[in-house]
């Protein structure tokens, strides 16, 4: 009888171990490239202008393909209707985001956890798990107009405006930047450590009128879809400096490559 019940208990252990997996970083659903963003260490002034960030140096998480529309592939208009490229870096409390989105009209009407049905930026950060439903992931948003939401939050605290969550933004010629920092304390479920991977899915939406008429992911897949696993950002010591003459630098501690 005590043989059985072991051998019981291990196959429910088994079982629930396999309904949650690790996952490898999702592909680019046109070039098959695996989707991995190099989380560099820095600090950023949260006020929409990214003169403190080093874009030229840092590797973007860009969406700007046919591929990559989940919804509304009818009202796309190519790159300059709806794209836009994620950049991250990290310190010892805060996460941030700088967001350069190219958007030929744009219309924020909604309000509160409705921002998503217009012009809005959504951010997914999660376990690396392949896993179905909504139960390993956070999702924060927010817009041009300083709005902000969290929706899914594994701690059990969302639906509702986080105000941890700090955001600006300003508009250009051709579109809009955000600039967003979240404090990862709040998200007691991740490990944000040097040599980590977190999961991580960009989103943008866009409307040219009311209601959201396009969404373009990072996956290419639907903004919570978790079950083939989402991108990758991993937590590096390097950071992004600037040396005497204006020039971007690469530091790893105190050894610098130029």
Not at 31 to 41: D, S
Not at 167 to 187: L, N
């Amino acid at each position: 009888m005590l043989a059985k019940k072991v051998i019981f208990t291990l196959f429910v252990l088994l079982l629930a171990s396999n309904l949650a997996f690790s996952a490898p970083p999702a592909k680019h659903p046109k070039t098959n490239e695996q989707l991995i963003v190099k989380c560099l260490k820095g600090t950023a002034k949260i006020d929409g202008n990214l003169n403190e960030w080093q874009l030229n140096f840092m590797q973007p998480a860009v969406l700007d393909t046919k591929e990559q529309i989940f919804l509304g592939q009818g009202f796309w208009d190519g790159p300059k209707d709806c794209s836009g490229s994620f950049y991250l870096m990290w310190d010892d409390k805060n996460i941030y985001i700088a967001v350069i989105v190219k958007d030929d009209k744009i219309s924020m009407n909604k309000a509160g956890g409705d921002i998503w049905n217009a012009d809005a930026i959504e951010i997914f950060f999660s376990t690396t798990n392949a896993v179905a439903g909504h139960a390993e992931h956070y999702q924060y948003g927010f817009n041009a107009n300083n709005q902000k939401w969290n929706w899914c939050n594994m701690d059990g605290a969302g639906s509702k405006e986080p105000d941890y969550l700090q955001i600006a933004s300003s508009k250009t010629a051709d579109g809009y930047i955000c600039e967003a920092s979240v404090e990862y304390k709040q998200m007691k479920s991740l490990d944000f450590k040097v040599g980590n991977s977190i999961g991580f899915h960009p989103v943008i939406d866009d409307t040219e009128a009311v209601d959201r008429e396009i969404q373009i992911t990072w996956t290419g897949r639907e903004a919570h879809d978790q079950s083939q696993g989402f991108g990758y950002m991993n937590l590096t010591n390097e950071t992004a400096a600037v040396n005497s003459k204006g020039k971007a630098t690469l530091t790893w501690g105190a050894i610098k490559s130029q």
